[in-house]
């Protein structure tokens, strides 16, 4: 599993580091956050440095697997909060990875809408708070492909314009649930001729791919080295703005939604500072400012008055009124899951 790893300093660090000032001089200690990449502004992680004093550093990944491979590698106790999608908020948990958030320790928590507040993979958020919500599904440059492309097929039987111009995420919770949706099979299926449907359909459609790519699915649509590629929906904003014929697709076989989360890790080095950027994090100013620099939804409320009217109407947060619900990934049991991550590996052969 490919991962990128950038390291990101505030100005009250790098102030420390350069012995300047008496303020930061003494920071109130430090707070290590694993993030998904181009995910925060960097001046609202400055404004918590500053407000808190406290020296903040980052690492990010472009896949849930990649950052659960990194926690489980030796990474878990150097971090503090980690930002994972829904179904991995439940394997951390399984897994013995999170910390427990005890009543009364975040101020803020009656700021968390109420729909987000018991969730499947994290009852009652003992572990985590909400952080931005949003669907997975694919953009189409719609100068080289001028037909439908509201069909998983575009995917996974492309039309010869677009086979072998096609990034997929590399993430295979996401790759298979897409696949599973597209089949109309469960996600989590232990039915034998089921199984052998998803393996056949992924090994026809790894011909059409061009590249596996998280972290560069922006890009390589914006370049045009893909010219159809699975992408989230506010990245696809983006990359809608850099290219305008670039359309999201909300296809009629169904596609991914998800929330991410941010999460108090296990042995967390500074669990005093983690838990005062989630109540940071639970203001809606500050969440709002998340919003509309990565162009998704937030699950705190009074956000929706402080977002951009660009985010408010943007095609790629609106659903057309045809479009059938999204499915949560689901996770599966242990022996089910290696299954699945068998046909993955085969994929990636």
């Known amino acids: 599993m490919k991962t990128m790893f950038k390291t990101v300093t505030t100005s009250a660090a790098l102030a420390v580091a ?23 502004p960097q001046d609202l992680l400055d404004k918590f440095a500053k407000e808190h004093d406290v020296e903040v550093t980052m690492d990010t990944f472009d896949s849930n697997e990649a950052m659960l491979a990194s926690l489980k590698a030796g990474k878990l106790g150097s971090y503090d909060v980690a930002v994972p999608g829904d179904y991995m908020v439940e394997i951390l948990a399984n897994e013995d990875m999170l910390d427990t958030i005890a009543e009364g320790e975040l101020a803020n928590r009656g700021n968390i809408e109420d729909k987000w507040v018991d969730v499947a993979f994290d009852m009652g958020r003992k572990h985590s708070i909400p952080y931005q919500w949003g669907s997975t599904s694919f953009s189409v440059n719609t100068e080289v492909y001028k037909g439908d492309i509201n069909s998983t097929s575009v995917l996974f039987d492309p039309p010869a314009e677009l086979s072998g111009k096609i990034n997929v995420l590399d993430s295979s919770g996401e790759v298979l649930a897409l696949a599973s949706i597209h089949l109309g099979i469960p996600q989590c299926s232990t039915d034998r001729d089921q199984l052998k449907a998803l393996n056949a359909l992924m090994q026809e459609s790894k011909g059409h791919w061009a590249s596996f790519n998280s972290d560069g699915a922006k890009d390589v649509l914006v370049s045009g080295d893909a010219a159809a590629g699975m992408i989230w929906n506010g990245f696809g904003a983006k990359a809608r703005s850099e290219l305008a014929t670039l ?8 596609y991914i939604v998800w929330m991410d989360n941010v999460v108090l890790l296990k042995d967390a080095p500074n669990r005093a500072n983690a838990l005062k950027f989630m109540d940071f994090l639970l203001e809606p100013e500050n969440i709002a400012a998340v919003s509309n620099f990565a162009q998704y939804s937030a699950g705190v409320k009074g956000v929706n008055e402080l977002l951009t009217e660009e985010l408010k109407t943007s095609r790629e947060s609106n659903p057309p009124a045809d479009a059938p619900a999204g499915s949560f990934i689901q996770v599966c049991d242990e022996p089910t899951q290696k299954l699945y991550e068998q046909i993955w590996t085969n994929v990636k052969k």
């Open 18 to 40: 350069l012995g300047l000032g008496s303020t930061a001089a003494h920071a109130e200690g430090s707070l290590s956050i694993y993030h998904w990449f181009e995910y925060i």
């Open 247 to 254: 359309e999201y697709s909300y296809p009629k076989e169904g």
